[in-house]
């Protein structure tokens, strides 16, 4: 053998591919579940109308008239209806921390080890939750996932409102909603599977 054709001892193996070779990546999302944009718009819409008309149409005429009749329309005098309309204006700023999970709205990304929420609005903060921390509630039409388990609100109001409100990703459990409503059973069961509590009572 002619020293030329020698393979020197530091050679690389010609089998070993490059360092450079593209490895696949190992956090891709596994499933997307997006909210259909338009239903979105219009319950912002209808939420913003509501919040504005409870406090400059129903409140603040009353606070500042001390008359019922005030409440707008102002032009109908129907007091028992105006009373009825203040009465839900003050409704609706109580259960408000429920209504403001319209911010919430977005997209919904399994990924191998975590879902995340992307919400629609640049200014909410994207959510994360784990599957080793995932606990999973399957009972009332929505899919709602949580870091721990949900205590009674009566006995942590607290950490009650801030696992649901705060920390909280829902997932509807009707497609009518989203708009590639094909990937949702996907999404389901690879919650289901690796969650690390599921509450179906």
Known sequence: MNNEDAVPADSPNLATPPLDTPQPARNEPLVELRFKPWVFVFLLLVFIWCMWFSIFGAIVPYLKTGDFAEIWP???????????????????????????????????????????????LWFIKKLAIPYDAMHVTDNTGVMQLTK??????????????????????????????????????????????????????
Not at 103 to 111: A, D, E, N, P
Not at 162 to 185: D, R, T
């Open 74 to 120: 102002a032009h109908e005098h129907n007091v028992f209806e105006k009373q009825v309309i203040f009465v839900f204006a003050w409704i609706l700023w109580l259960v408000s921390p429920v209504l403001f999970l319209i911010f919430r709205v977005g997209v919904v990304v399994i990924y191998e080890t975590h879902v995340e929420l992307w919400p629609y």
């Open 148 to 201: 721990g388990v949900v205590p009674l609100l009566r006995e942590n109001p607290y950490k009650y409102w801030k696992l649901i409100y705060s920390e909280g990703i829902k997932i509807p459990l009707n497609g009518m909603v989203l708009s590639n409503p094909e990937a949702l059973q996907q999404a389901l069961q690879i919650v289901r599977e690796r969650a690390f509590g599921i509450d179906k009572s």
